[in-house]
Nanobody, 122 residues
Framework: QVQLVESGGGSVQAGGSLTLSCGVF????????MAWFRQAPGKEREGVAA???????TYADSAKGRFTITQDNAKNTLYLQMNSLKPEDTAMYYC????????????????WGQGTQVTVSS
């Protein structure tokens, strides 16, 4: 059984930065894709960024140039560094994991964390 646990959310002013973390617990295969999603109240869930087991990254247009997804395999931890935050980045952020063989911030991910709230004030 795989468990994902996010942390690092909080409140920040526009232009600020936050780094989210996602700890991965349990056995995972050597080939995987991990991603960050977000969902704001009243809006659909949106993919933000993804990274595969080879370190290849993919970003949504809204994240390009501002967000960076990384992973520390030794610590079994996924990160999302968020810079130049905007009020429209306010959302619950989730990490997700799939072994399905594709890797982009979309599609079906069977494993999800509980989420961490990010609030950006203007």
């Amino acid at each position: 059984q795989v468990q994902l646990v996010e942390s690092g959310g909080g409140s920040v002013q526009a232009g600020g930065s936050l780094t989210l973390s996602c700890g991965v617990f349990g056995y995972i295969y050597t080939s995987y894709c991990m991603a960050w999603f977000r969902q704001a109240p009243g809006k659909e869930r949106e993919g933000v960024a993804a990274i595969d087991s080879d370190g290849t990254t993919t970003y949504a247009d809204s994240a390009k140039g501002r967000f960076t997804i990384t992973q520390d395999n030794a610590k079994n931890t996924l990160y999302l560094q968020m810079n130049s935050l905007k009020p429209e980045d306010t959302a619950m952020y989730y990490c997700a994991l799939t072994f399905a063989g594709y890797c982009y911030p979309g599609g079906e991910f069977p494993y999800w964390g509980q989420g961490t709230q990010v609030t950006v004030s203007s």
